[in-house]
Antibody
Framework: QVQLQESGPGLVKPSETLSLTCAVSGYSISSGYYWDWIRQSPGKGLEWIGSIYHTGSTSYNPSLKSRVTISVDTSKNQFSLKLTSATAADTAVYYC??????????????WGQGTLVTVSS | DIQMTQSPSSVSASVGDRVTITCRASQDISTWLAWYQQKPGKAPELLIYTASTLQNGVPSRFSGSGSGTNFTLTISSLQPEDFAAYYCQQANSFPLTFGGGTKVEIK
């Protein structure tokens, strides 16, 4: 069974970097699929942040591109998100998810449980 | 960015009712559309992808249709476990975008 689990600080100070890691079990990241970050806040609904392929190829939401870095560590079967210069507007539940290339193509078929990150001093 | 507009934003229905949710894209996305169900405190779950393909394990009372800019999600006979929020998502082009959601509530 494929499982994704987010981890990282639940509280980040304004102007600091928000860092999260998604550990994947039950499936090898190197076997395919895209691996994405999505966030959800009451004010903005569901927002796609970006994605990475096991080769390291990335795509980012232009609205966040200047502040976002997504990286992958295939040896640990995990991928990570860094969002710099955090503000209160970045407060949200952050999800990692797997996106289909052939099976479930275009859809996010597995999600982590989500982790609430609050940006506050 | 492609804007996804869902309607209605909420609907009240009874068990056994047929419920239809609409999603409109701001430009042609062919059939690159997915639907999700989300219950409070949980991550969204994929119901349908490529507009009409049912994800493995999803009950057949859920169906999707449409292409281009207009799409629908239909629940043929609402069950107690179906009271939740539903979201559409376009997979045609980056950035991937979601609709604002439709909350299905108990009448």
């Amino acid at each position: 069974q494929v499982q994704l689990q987010e981890s990282g600080p639940g509280l980040v100070k304004p102007s600091e970097t928000l860092s999260l890691t998604c550990a994947v079990s039950g499936y090898s990241i190197s076997s395919g699929y895209y691996w994405d970050w999505i966030r959800q806040s009451p004010g903005k609904g569901l927002e796609w942040i970006g994605s990475i392929y096991h080769t390291g190829s990335t795509s980012y939401n232009p609205s966040l591109k200047s502040r976002v870095t997504i990286s992958v560590d295939t040896s640990k079967n995990q991928f990570s998100l860094k969002l710099t210069s955090a503000t209160a507007a970045d407060t949200a539940v952050y999800y990692c998810a797997r996106r289909g290339i052939v099976a479930s193509i275009g859809g996010f078929d597995y999600w982590g449980q989500g982790t609430l990150v609050t940006v506050s001093s | 960015d492609i804007q996804m507009t869902q309607s209605p934003s909420s609907v009240s229905a009874s068990v056994g009712d047929r419920v239809t949710i609409t999603c409109r894209a701001s430009q042609d996305i062919s059939t690159w559309l997915a639907w999700y169900q989300q219950k409070p405190g949980k991550a969204p779950e994929l119901l349908i992808y490529t507009a009409s393909t049912l994800q493995n394990g999803v009950p057949s009372r859920f169906s999707g249709s449409g292409s281009g800019t207009n799409f629908t999600l239909t629940i043929s006979s609402l069950q107690p476990e179906d009271f939740a929020a539903y979201y559409c998502q376009q997979a045609n082009s980056f950035p991937l975008t979601f609709g604002g959601g439709t909350k299905v509530e108990i009448k």
